[in-house]
């Protein structure tokens, strides 16, 4: 089994307030795990208005496939979300036996 593991940073310069910053965080999270059946959550800068950093996570049988899933909703990101720029991303894959 295989977890391919994502930190993506995020400025988000139009927010002008956290309740904006909740709006587009919380409709990005939710269309990343509806469309790539990723978990997804926002994991720090949660009290900075223009900042936010997301954990993604998929797993599969094929460290390849979780990686590959991870990258389509990373370029997900890029395309679909005008209002958002990413300035970091860190990624990760963990093979687990047993």
Known sequence: MYTACARVT???PLS??????RQV????LARLRNQFEIAAAEVDHQDVQNLAALGLAAVSSDSGHAQD???R?????????PDTEITDVQT???ALEG
Request: net charge positive; glycine share 0%; hydrophobic share 45%.
């Open 69 to 71: 899933v991870l990258d």
């Open 92 to 94: 990760d894959v963990l």
């Open 16 to 21: 002008t307030s956290l309740k904006d910053k």
């Open 73 to 81: 909703a990373i370029r997900y990101i890029e395309e679909s979300r």
């Open 25 to 28: 965080v919380r409709s990005l």
């Open 10 to 12: 995020l400025r988000i």
